[in-house]
């Protein structure tokens, strides 16, 4: 069956209904006397919450209610993330209590009958902030006297464990060559079409709650609301009709689920919130920030003996409900050995907290693996002087079935066929024959190589266009009718190369050098008031900047439903 499908232009099911507006997503429900949502937002990266008041936006027009931590606490339970051994996982509230800890946390939540009545009262919470030193690098947040993101916790490093397998501490004193690198990997935002939202509909007489979502996981959600809201679990339901993306960002409960599903409850009528872009880049979650520090034993000829790897992630400030980060360091502990005869390694994970958003999945999670060991064995083929695919050739497996020393078997591999399969395709000696040539003229540009998988190999679609690869070392992909980047790599004698693809780019220490000094952006000194509604003016921008196509139907119409795009006027 996969052989017969691999490869072929498969038309999907829902096509015809997505792209002629039959699509159903959260911004779509509608129910009689629907309510809407907006938080008020944090501004400060870490601050003292010294009050919160809501005076003002209750008297607003259209303004139902609004919702603090005083008054949430009463109809929700604090959220406990996800709990493993030797990991600190602190508990928090829906809106934040004492302590903002990131920017974009909810500190309030404005109900009123239309959206734009709900952002209008948002605008006038006032919140009183005393500002707090705040950290934003983790080896910043690891150093003396760093100021805690959780002062209960007493420390910063939430997690720390060193795990052996095999003696790497014999392999690498035997060892010709011990190679060095360090590999750093920035944050990135997930950017769904469609951000995180919830329509939360409440029947009184009934006692049932359902509630619409833009999620991954509705049945966790299910399980994570009836704890939170005391709700009996037979009167919960969790429905996720089409989602616009969300490439690992809405796999676990969110603050604002837990807010907007417990207002419905309180009163009585349906509550809608819908993410907006600015919302999702700055509070919806971020991935993929961590270092890995490398070191391989290695022979004469080429061959890994043995694995010492250092992997440090930044955890942000709150830990994610659903999977605890240390999933994330254990699966990529796991998966390093992979097809390769590495039979003893060392795997230290820390796992730090900064002020900054939560640390979420994004596509593989765990693809850190496969980069430090790929980009490991070409640091070993240059350390040695050998060709790369010959140090890969000379370090697979050739018994199956195996297992890796980690503890994952190895069943029905051909990994020595996919190369060369991988080699002929590229003509690799071509290419690097024509690299020979062009060093030794000197003409300073050297063509390089590199992977990437082509919509032309794997099935068609409306507007495609194909891929081309540019001999000058850059490559455009060309995706559904669109350019989603150059790729560009550069090769600088000092050691040091850059990879980019488009917006996600990788940097590449070798030999590994000390990390630049800790950056501690401390927010300004002394207790600052900071009257009208936290982040307004953005907020106000951000309404004329909404892309039309996404946020068409956000237009007011009477009795509070969406519009037709065609205008808008805001009410004063």
């Not at 983790?138 to 007493?154: I, K, N, Q, R, T």
């Not at 009996?232 to 603050?255: E, M, P, S, W």
Request: with cysteine; net charge positive; proline share 6%.
């Amino acid at each position: 069956m996969v052989a017969r499908l691999t490869g072929q232009p498969l038309p999907r099911r829902e096509d015809a209904r997505l792209l002629t507006g039959r699509g159903r997503y959260v911004d779509d429900v509608r129910a009689p006397g629907m309510l809407h949502a907006a938080f008020v937002r944090s501004h400060h990266a870490h601050a003292r919450l010294l009050g919160v008041d809501t005076t003002a936006a209750l008297r607003a027009p259209g303004v139902v209610a609004v919702f603090t931590d005083a008054e949430l606490r009463e109809l929700a339970d604090d959220i406990q993330p996800s709990q493993m051994a030797n990991l600190i996982a602190p508990a928090y509230p829906a809106l934040a209590r004492g302590i903002v800890r990131m920017v974009g946390e909810p500190v309030a939540m404005v109900v009123a009958e239309t959206r734009y009545h709900a952002e209008d009262g948002a605008e006038l919470v006032s919140v009183d902030y005393e500002p707090l030193p705040a950290v934003v690098d983790m080896y910043a947040a690891l150093g003396p006297g760093a100021p805690l993101v959780f002062e209960e916790a007493g420390t910063n490093l939430l997690h720390h464990s060193v795990t052996t397998y095999g003696d790497p501490g014999a392999a690498f004193a035997t060892a010709a060559h011990v190679v060095t690198a360090v590999f750093r990997q920035h944050r990135h935002a997930n950017v769904p079409m469609e951000g995180h939202g919830g329509a939360a509909l409440y029947d009184p007489a009934s006692g049932e709650l359902e509630y619409h979502a833009s999620h991954q996981n509705p049945h966790a959600l299910r399980v994570w609301l009836t704890r939170l809201l005391h709700h009996t679990a037979n009167r919960v339901r969790v429905r996720c009709g089409d989602i616009g993306g969300a490439f690992g960002q809405k796999g676990h409960l969110g603050r604002e689920d837990v807010a907007v599903c417990a207002a419905a409850l309180a009163l009585g009528r349906p509550v809608k919130w819908v993410e907006d872009r600015a919302e999702n880049l700055v509070a919806g979650g971020q991935a993929r920030e961590e270092d890995l520090h490398v070191r391989a034993a290695v022979d004469d000829d080429g061959v890994v003996g043995a694995l010492d790897v250092h992997m440090v992630l930044d955890q942000g400030s709150y830990p994610m409900c659903g999977f605890a980060s240390v999933g994330y360091t254990n699966l990529v502990r796991a998966l390093v050995p992979a097809a390769y005869r590495v039979e003893h390694l060392r795997f230290e994970a820390s796992v730090v907290a900064t002020n900054k958003a939560t640390y979420v999945p994004y596509r593989g999670p765990w693809e850190a693996e496969t980069w430090l060991r790929e980009r490991m064995l070409d640091v070993v083929a240059r350390a040695v002087g050998l060709d790369p695919v010959e140090v890969r050739a000379r370090n697979l497996r050739d018994e199956f079935p195996a297992r890796m020393c980690t503890g994952p078997e190895l069943i029905g591999i051909t990994q020595r066929q996919t190369m060369a399969s991988a080699v002929a395709l590229v003509d690799y000696d071509g290419w690097r024959a024509k690299a020979r040539a062009r060093a030794g003229a000197g003409t300073g540009a050297l063509p390089g190589q590199a992977a990437a998988p082509s919509p032309r190999e794997s099935g068609r679609y409306p507007g495609h266009r194909g891929g081309q690869l540019r001999r000058a070392g850059a490559a455009r992909t060309e995706r559904g009718g669109g350019d989603v980047g150059h790729r560009r790599a550069s090769h600088r004698p000092a050691g040091t190369g850059a990879v980019g693809a488009g917006r996600v780019g990788h940097r590449v220490h070798q030999p590994a050098a000390a990390r630049p000094g800790a950056r501690d952006h401390a927010g300004p000194a002394g207790r600052r008031r900071a009257r009208g509604r936290p982040g307004g003016r953005h907020r106000r921008a951000r309404r004329h900047q909404r892309d039309p196509v996404q946020h068409g139907r956000d237009r007011r119409q009477p009795g509070g439903d969406v519009g037709d795009g065609r205008g808008r006027r805001r009410r004063r």
